[in-house]
């Protein structure tokens, strides 16, 4: 008898505990506030903006070509574009018409040029690069060391729509830039945008580092130099990986072929006179090593010479980087971004392995907004044993050659990191 005392009660508290439920399910639901419609901005959007400005004709016929006013005038969304006046125009269609378009040419004549001659394809990708999609007013932009990048309308990867080419604009006191073309009027607004107007057209790049590097003849060394670092790496270990790969922001600083011969003979005369050879022998040894030409850096014989370890050293030294992310990672650095004041430092790859390493010395020299010369300095000198920073500045020959992941300058000179 007790045991069925004991199964009724149990079985009476399971039917209170179901009604319990059922009474709190039976509860009115809470009710939340409804979502505002939003309210967008009404008039002329950011491409209207530019129909309307006469000052920016040739922009607009350039925006026309690109097919993309529509998206541009939408005004549930926002947008800031970067783009050059009529006379910042005629200075880009010179340029990429070999001056066939002069530059005192009737407007017409610049207007005649886009139409007929820029495809629509890349009139899309001009526009694309140079607009990003949100407001943003120039006093918002970092002035802050290494640029800050900002994601341009242009797709990385098809896969992940949110990798986008960046921009970098960057805030100077006396002149600002966006890439390495400078700022000439900041915060013209339009109902769903901001434009800032630069010198001339801020151009996207169409090929990755190991494009521009494997292409150039004059780098053959610096190229076979990446395959001899790469000995024994894999994945993005390798520099070779790095350089083609698009999703990253890189500076390169590639020592010509000059730069490497001197390198080489100077290394090889060196290792022969440490062996007892006389001057003379070791002069004909050295010019024996220079004669093989970047094969030398695939040749068993001079593995020696040039240990794999001490040749990526060396390139790593001419990669620059910042630890603003906490670890060491490559920066996207342009000619304009360099300090004009004497023993400025900028960090490298090295300073992954070696945090305390002084970096590169750099520095640039300005004529107005334009960059006029660029020298960068390394720790070590050639012969060894020289004072930290003593000797001879490496001149870049060119600078701001831009990638879709960096910026190239080369120069004249190898850096030696220790």
Known sequence: MSIINIKSRASYLMVLAVLFVLASCNKELEQFPEIATPVYPTGPGIAGAIAASPNDSLYNRLLIKSGLSATLNNNANSYTMFIPDNNGMKLFINAISGGLVPLNAPDAVFSGFITANIPAATAAGIVSYNTVGLKLPFSSVPTTFPNYPLPTLIVLDPVQ???????FPARGTAFSYVNNIPVTCVDQASSNGIIHHVATIVAPPTTVLAGLIYADPNLSYFTAGVARADSGQTGLNKFDSLLKYGVTNMTVLAPNNAAFQTLIYGTAYGY?????????????????????????????????????ASVRGILAYHLLASNATGSYVPIRVFSNNFSSTPASFVKTLVNGSVGVHPGIMAQATFTGPSVTSLKFTGLGTFPPGGAPFSGAAANAVSWDKHAVNGVLHIIDKVLLPQ
């Open 272 to 308: 022969a006179l440490s062996l007892g050879a006389p001057p003379a022998v070791a002069n004909a040894q050295a010019t024996g090593a220079v004669a093989l030409g970047p094969a030398i850096f695939s040749n068993p014989a001079f593995f020696g010479l040039l240990p794999a």
């Open 161 to 167: 729509p949110f990798v986008r080419m960046p921009i």
